[in-house]
């Protein structure tokens, strides 16, 4: 069922066009995010822009599909991150654009795995090998939603250990 509906997600992306031109408020999707995954066990710091509202930092995307976006991103955390460890999720704001980095403590991946990490049906040898095996489509429904949005999604080892997803959406909005 997973698979079925994590195909069906990507169906819909590939088919809709411009329904990412609506002024979404970025932590507060990911606020939804959160509260969306009942078993989530990670303490979740938010670092916003210094000179910001408290809850508003604006781009220019579709609501539905940037909440989904951390949904993904938080339950892949959930999945092979230890239970517990902090997860970050740094926004720094531009004049055009909006940085996200979301910062786990997990073991991270192999360095020749990082550029793979998008690409659908793609799983890590790691998690190949564990029960805790996914479909490989999570994160490209999140890279997907990215390029939608008219941003860019990179993956790096976070220094120490873990993974950072660093998200650079263009479409910043007042």
Not at 67 to 79: D, G, M, S, V, W
Request: charged residues 25%.
């Amino acid at each position: 069922q997973n698979l079925l509906d994590e195909l069906l997600a990507l169906s819909r992306l590939d088919a809709n066009k411009g329904l990412f031109d609506a002024k979404v408020n970025l932590i507060e999707a990911i606020h939804l995010a959160i509260r969306s995954i009942p078993y989530f066990t990670h303490p979740v710091k938010i670092i916003r822009p210094a000179n910001e509202s408290e809850n508003l930092v604006f781009i220019k995307s579709d609501g539905g599909q940037i909440k989904r976006l951390f949904i993904n991103l938080l339950t892949n955390i959930e999945k092979y991150a230890p239970g517990n460890t902090p997860v970050e999720i740094v926004i720094v704001k531009g004049t055009k654009t909006v940085t996200v980095k979301v910062v786990d403590h997990g073991k991270g991946v192999s360095p020749n795995e990082l550029p793979k990490l998008y690409e659908r049906f793609y799983t890590t040898e790691k998690s190949r090998n564990s029960e805790l095996s996914g479909t490989g489509l999570g994160l490209a429904i999140v890279a997907e939603i990215v390029k939608k949005s008219g941003g860019v999604i990179k993956a790096e080892n976070t220094p120490g250990s873990g993974l950072t997803h660093k998200i650079i959406f263009s479409s910043s909005v007042k």
